[in-house]
């Protein structure tokens, strides 16, 4: 074998190999972008209902964001975190959404952000999932599992859940509020959130 033939062949392999190489390389970022989802604020929702000496009332945060990356091929590498605005609440009553800002409630001075991260999220059936983690208020980190619907098209999905969460154990309304004749412990969380790729 003569030496430029020798070198023709070394040279194919090498590029064989990069080529290989590379294709290993892209795989893992090209699917971990196709599972990287961009919440479409405008169309979004976080409610939530409770109840004030005894009677309903609901509300909404205004602001928040969220971060998601989630294939339903791949759950094991599926996170989900959310950051939402404690002083963006609105419940449409100037006394109470005065009120709920203040150091008795969310203290949005010193605690501006309440935040979910999940540890895991794992399918409970057909576009059913669950995803497991904690829930910080008021620097107060309570573990925390989010049932959602989870429904993909393309490049647009939507997940949509409630869960309840009892306000006491993050020190949300204390002082004169803390008995659930004046304001029930349990409250509802209702989010409907729509993203796309």
Do not use: C
Not at 4 to 28: D, E, M, Y
Not at 40 to 54: C, I, P, V
Not at 169 to 192: H, K, L, P
Request: net charge negative; proline share 4%; hydrophobic share 40%.
């Amino acid at each position: 074998m003569t030496f430029h033939l020798r070198q023709h062949l070394l040279s194919k392999r090498n590029t064989t190999a990069l080529v290989i190489l590379a294709g290993f390389a892209i795989a893992p970022l090209t699917q971990a972008n196709a599972a990287q989802w961009q919440v479409n604020a405008d169309t979004s929702r976080l409610s939530l209902e409770a109840t004030q000496a005894g009677t309903p009332f609901s509300g909404e945060f205004r602001d928040f964001t969220a971060t998601i990356t989630l294939d339903p091929a791949n759950l094991a590498a599926a996170s989900i975190t959310a950051q939402i605005k404690t002083g963006s609440i609105f419940t449409d009553s100037s006394e109470r959404d005065g009120t709920l800002p203040g150091a008795d409630w969310f203290d949005v001075e010193s605690f501006p952000t309440a935040t979910f991260t999940s540890h895991s999220v794992k399918a409970t059936g057909p576009e059913q999932y669950e995803a497991d983690g904690d829930l910080t208020i008021k620097g107060t980190t309570v573990p925390l599992t989010l049932p959602f619907t989870l429904k993909i098209e393309g490049n647009n999905a939507s997940a949509s859940g409630t869960v309840s969460i009892n306000r006491q154990a993050f020190g949300i309304g204390t002082a004169q509020w803390d008995t659930e004749s004046v304001a029930g412990f349990s409250v509802s969380i209702t989010y409907q959130i729509n993203a796309m790729k």
